[in-house]
């Protein structure tokens, strides 16, 4: 776990992609948390298998999904932990979670039945076709409309589900592929603005 910024109104905890680690988002959180708070990097309880230094949550092979994503529980377990002990510091009713890919899927699973300020999923993807059942704070889905890894259809997907069970849902998708593009950076900011209740940023 890393940490950057000073105590605020808000703070955002990040959650890094397939083979990154805890330092990959740190850059751009704590531009989007100028001015309103801390920032609270994260790190996959695994190691990558195939990059040096690099990290995962659970393991993501061909077998993965159609095994039932046997990883996700235990990845779930290890970010409640130390969600657990954040709360402690700072109210979750002001944290918001921000993942990338593997990182934005378990950060929707990880904001299930927790009273969050809010979730930004960036190329994330569900778990199964009946996900994230009681989940229902806000959720901000960023989407490349050309992304071979994860296509844009996984947000679509996400985007219909939580629609249905009545989440505070907006979803945009962006030109290029599997990154966070910097058109991105305005919309997430005002949503994490919105979120935290932040009258001007």
Not at 38 to 47: C, I, S
Not at 78 to 100: C, K, V, Y
Not at 165 to 186: D, N, R, S, V, Y
Request: charge should be neutral; hydrophobic fraction near 40%; proline fraction near 9%.
């Amino acid at each position: 776990m890393v940490r950057r910024g000073k105590l605020g109104v808000g703070r955002l905890v990040l959650l890094h992609g397939w083979g990154a680690n805890n330092r990959d988002l740190l850059p751009l959180g704590v531009h989007l948390m100028e001015g309103l708070g801390d920032v609270v990097a994260l790190q996959a309880p695994e190691p990558h298998p195939h990059v040096p230094g690099g990290r995962q949550w659970y393991p993501l092979t061909q077998e993965t999904e159609a095994q039932g994503w046997p990883g996700v529980p235990k990845a779930l377990e290890h970010i409640n932990h130390h969600l657990l002990r954040l709360g402690q510091e700072h109210p979750w009713s002001r944290t918001a979670l921000l993942g990338f890919s593997q990182g934005a899927a378990m950060a929707l699973e990880a904001a299930v039945h927790k009273p969050l300020a809010g979730v930004v999923a960036c190329s994330g993807y569900p778990h199964g076709q009946n996900p994230l059942q009681g989940l229902q704070v806000p959720v901000l889905l960023i989407h490349g409309r050309n992304d071979p890894v994860v296509p844009l259809q996984a947000s679509l997907q996400l985007q219909a589900v939580l629609e249905a069970q009545g989440c505070e849902i907006t979803l945009q998708g962006f030109p290029g592929e599997h990154t966070i593009p910097p058109e991105a950076l305005t919309p997430i900011r005002q949503f994490l603005v919105r979120c935290f209740g932040v009258e001007s940023s």
